[in-house]
């Protein structure tokens, strides 16, 4: 295969994560503008044989490093093996998700190869045969296209939720090469793993987020988010004000210091609305806001607005949503 | 036990972003500058292992003049010496640049491990930890909410979706900061701590000092070359009309599903 884009897929517990398939999107798209292949490279333990899968996504070829002792990620293992694979596959370009993991391997993988990289990207774009992409920067405040020195090999880390999919094309199948690049004795090694197999929906990752700040008065208050959480298939964030007061776990924090996130639908319930919340949420496709003063500031920002007690509010909202979904379904 | 805490300074999370002439810088004339936050989560952390282990805490910061007052405040906190790194020719580079700078500083200290934020408040890079590993051939364990160190090795506990991680090094290694404010409640300078930090040892370093090749980190390979705005959002609708609170329900649920169509 000649020039490729190559996409690094990333493969959990015996499946790809649907992120990977909006890194393949965005690759194929800056492949076709290029005019050259898309390839994928994919690791883990069993990965080998799920790798044609990412043919769906219309990745041409796959170079997967299927090894038992690689079935966790951890960058000091991976980035040698990831670099090595791209060192032979030459690529133009490489894409990865922005996810935990994928953030974290981009950062040490672009010191290996001594690449350019521009993390959490929104948007690539190919003028006049160059590539150029965005990101957000001061937590989607403002935003930068980032464009690379001759020679520097452009790696490129999409951020989840962002990127069209393609429909998948359900009978193609990638051409599957199976390496064994050398791996290396680490210093650093996974103790163990912990899933959450509630179903619970990754903020980073959710289509609808109810958040709850200040106003929501106590922990106990939250049940009547999850609620209405539950009946919009949405996951639970906070604001730092609830997070603080031990309300919340710090994971659910949206914010410059917490979780820049960007669903569909973002509901801010209680939530005043101050500038590091807004940046956190800001790109939220629509914005919701519940509040009982009509000068919050979290008005400014919200598609709609409805001035009233959360009190009162939320559980004939979520009574609201059950009748429209049971009419639905 | 040594520790280097990698610290940057960034502008206020209050601060409100304007695009400067240039179209690719920011203004910063009225910006109010600050440890970054990921930043001061490491120096607590740091502050931490020296009060188990004893040892010393040094700060490397890469930046011009006006960076001497965050690394004081860390010093203020209770570290005990601290290092800028002002070479003009850093102006024009990228974060490996930075890395490559910031990874020469540490050398020179050979602590034992290396702490830092995973991410700057202000371009949002979350990419100079893991470089300063590579660089060093150190292991890194990112994104750390809670850490553990007998001395030897080094555990922490990692967020990613949908789970966490528990991951272990052994010395020296880079640990990267996640977490929030409530996770690692940064201390605040006292007084006395402040009236100490003034006589504290702060060197000032340029690249050639630290035998680093200006023409390597000063290069760019990557360059942000313009910015742009977000679109603007302007504020929506107010349901109201009169409407009760469940008037009101009825309405904003009618909204999301006729017109927005998010539900
Ligand atoms: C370095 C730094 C980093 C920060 N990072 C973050 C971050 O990542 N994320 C973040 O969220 N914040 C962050 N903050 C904090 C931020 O400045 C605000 O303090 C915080 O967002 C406020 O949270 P809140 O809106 O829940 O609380 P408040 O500002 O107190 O607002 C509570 C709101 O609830 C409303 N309310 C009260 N009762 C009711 C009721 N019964 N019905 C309806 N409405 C009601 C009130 O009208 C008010 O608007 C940061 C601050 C600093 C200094
Ligand atoms: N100029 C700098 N000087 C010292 N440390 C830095 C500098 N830039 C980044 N860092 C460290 O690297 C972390 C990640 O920064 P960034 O890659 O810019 O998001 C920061 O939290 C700091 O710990």
Redo the contacts between chains.
């Keep these: 295969m000649g020039k490729c884009v190559c996409i690094i897929a990333e493969f959990r517990h015996g499946a790809f994560r649907r992120v990977s398939y909006e890194v393949a999107s965005e690759g194929k798209r800056l492949a076709d503008a290029l005019g050259v292949g898309l390839c994928a490279v994919a690791v883990g333990s069993g990965v080998a044989d799920k790798a044609a899968e990412l043919g769906r996504y219309a990745v041409d070829k796959v170079f997967a490093v299927d090894d038992p002792s690689l079935e966790n990620y951890l960058a000091e293992a991976y980035v040698p093996v990831i670099a090595s694979v791209l060192e032979g596959c030459d690529p133009v370009a490489v894409l990865l998700p922005a996810s935990v993991d994928g953030k974290d391997l981009a950062a040490r993988l672009s010191a290996r190869l001594k690449a350019g990289l521009a993390q959490d990207c929104t948007q690539t774009v190919c003028e006049g045969g160059k590539i150029k992409a965005k990101r957000p920067i001061f937590a989607g405040k403002c935003y930068g296209w980032c464009e690379w020195a001759d020679g520097a090999l452009p790696i490129i880390s999409c951020r989840p939720n962002v990127m069209d999919c393609l429909a998948p094309l359900e009978d193609k199948k990638a051409e599957v090469e199976k390496v064994q690049p050398a791996l290396v004795q680490a210093r650093s090694c996974v103790k163990s793993m912990e899933l959450d197999t509630s179903g619970k929906v990754e903020l980073t990752e959710a289509e609808i987020i109810v958040s709850g700040g200040r106003g929501m008065k106590g922990p106990e208050n939250y049940t009547m988010l999850e609620d209405l959480a539950k009946v919009l298939g949405a996951a639970v964030g906070a604001s730092r004000a609830a997070v603080d007061s031990g309300w919340r776990p710090h994971a659910d924090q949206v914010g410059q210091t917490g979780k820049v996130v960007n669903p569909n639908l973002y509901v801010a319930v209680g939530i005043s609305g101050a500038i590091q919340h807004l940046a956190g949420m800001g790109s939220s496709k629509f914005i919701v806001a519940i509040n009982k003063d009509p000068e919050a500031p979290i008005f400014s920002k919200a598609d709609y607005g409805v001035v009233e007690d959360l009190f009162n509010f939320v559980p004939l909202l979520t009574e609201e949503v059950k009748k429209l979904k049971s009419s639905c379904s | 036990m040594n520790v280097a805490v990698l610290l940057k300074q960034t ?1 206020d ?5 304007r ?1 400067a002439s240039d179209g ?1 810088s ?1 203004v910063t004339d009225d910006l109010k500058w600050v440890v970054n ?2 930043d001061e989560f490491a120096v607590e952390a740091a502050l931490r292992l020296k009060e188990k282990h004893g040892g010393s805490v040094t700060v490397i910061s890469c930046g011009p003049q006006r960076v001497v007052e965050s690394i004081r405040t860390a010093l203020a906190m209770g570290a005990d010496t601290g290092v800028l790194i002002d070479d003009p020719a850093l102006e024009g580079s ?3 640049g930075v ?1 490559m700078a910031l990874a020469a500083a540490v050398k020179e200290i050979n602590p034992d491990v290396v702490l830092c934020g995973s991410r700057a ?11 300063v ?3 060093l051939g ?6 750390a ?1 809670s850490m553990e160190s007998d001395g030897k090795t080094v ?1 922490i506990d ?13 010395l020296p ?1 880079v640990v990267t900061f996640g ?5 690692w409640n940064p201390r605040y300078a006292s007084l006395p701590g402040i009236m100490k930090a003034k006589k504290k040892p702060l060197a000032v370093k340029k690249l050639a000092d630290l035998g680093v090749d200006g023409s390597q980190a000063g ?12 679109v603007a ?1 302007a ?6 009309g009169g409407l009760d ?2 008037g ?3 309405e ?2 009618r ?3 006729e017109e ?1 169509k ?2």
């Design positions: 502008p999370t209050e601060s409100v972003i695009i690719k920011v936050p990921y990228d974060s490996l890395a408040v202000d371009y949002d890079m979350a990419q100079r930890g893991p470089m590993a590579e660089l150190w292991p890194h364990l990112a994104m909410v555990t990692r967020p990613i979706e949908g789970g966490k991680v528990v991951l272990e090094s052994s290694a977490g929030s404010h409530a996770v290069t760019a390979r990557v360059t942000m070359t313009s910015l742009e705005m977000p959002r504020a929506g609708k107010v349901i109201d609170t469940a009101k329900a009825t904003l649920v909204a999301l599903h927005a998010v539900i």
